[in-house]
T-cell receptor, first 114, second 113 residues
Framework: KAGVTQTPRYLIKTRGQQVTLSCSPI?????VSWYQQTPGQGLQFLFE???????NKGNFPGRFSGRQFSNSRSEMNVSTLELGDSALYLC?????????????FGPGTRLTVL | GDSVTQMEGPVTLSEEAFLTINCTYT??????LFWYVQYPGEGLQLLLK???ADDKGSNKGFEATYRKETTSFHLEKGSVQVSDSAVYFC????????????WGLGTSLAVNP
């Protein structure tokens, strides 16, 4: 079974631009979560989608948004980029059939904002 | 709110040394506890888990026991290898908190030959 894939793997943008990141979950998984990982803050939860609906949201400004499609693929968008948005963005999928909420992570998209 | 506290790294060990990475938590309910590992350049992988008090999770020679009385879930390995060099994350999910994973900040481990 193929794992979680994320595209692109690396991105370089400048302040003020916007960016869209993509995540394809494991086949059959309907839940997709997004995280921001930085050296100082660790893993910060962005949001979770299940069956095209946002189920949970972290404490990020409205510049961060996401969506999920009917095939469970998900995208997240960051508008008006700031230097502090430079981070590794991780996507994770789960089946939601397990009460353990085990998540399977993709390799991440490394975003650099100049 | 719920939180996870891990010992700060980096931790540097020689091959075959004993490893302990401390993790303590606060939670209002009865959480499930996890250790994830992130190898260089990769995403996180589930290493082991425990879902109730006194459960012991184990995988690849790593172990952690869910201690409700001390609210801890320390990760241990008897003999580390160079290939264990990675960042280790402790996490919890509280069924009463919309099943959202709460993460520690991670502990970097470097094992020297």
């Amino acid at each position: 079974k193929a794992g979680v894939t994320q595209t692109p793997r690396y991105l370089i943008k400048t302040r003020g631009q916007q960016v869209t990141l993509s995540c394809s979950p494991i086949s059959g998984h309907r839940s997709v979560s997004w995280y921001q990982q930085t050296p100082g803050q660790g893993l910060q939860f962005l949001f979770e989608y299940f069956s095209e609906t946002q189920r949970n949201k972290g404490n990020f400004p409205g510049r961060f948004s996401g969506r999920q499609f009917s095939n469970s693929r998900s995208e997240m968008n960051v508008s008006t980029l700031e230097l502090g948005d430079s981070a590794l963005y991780l996507c994770a999928s789960s089946s939601r059939q397990s009460s353990y909420n085990e998540q399977f992570f993709g390799p991440g998209t490394r975003l650099t904002v100049l | 709110g719920d939180s996870v506290t891990q010992m700060e790294g980096p931790v540097t060990l020689s091959e075959e040394a004993f490893l302990t990475i401390n993790c303590t938590y606060t939670a209002t309910g009865y959480p499930s506890l996890f250790w994830y590992v992130q190898y260089p350049g990769e995403g996180l992988q589930l290493l082991l888990k425990a879902t109730k008090a006194d459960d012991k999770g184990s995988n690849k020679g790593f172990e952690a026991t869910y201690r409700k009385e001390t609210t801890s879930f320390h990760l241990e390995k008897g003999s580390v290898q160079v290939s264990d060099s990675a960042v280790y994350f402790c996490a919890l999910v509280d069924a009463g908190n919309n099943r959202k994973l709460i993460w520690g900040l991670g502990t970097s481990l470097a094992v020297n030959p």
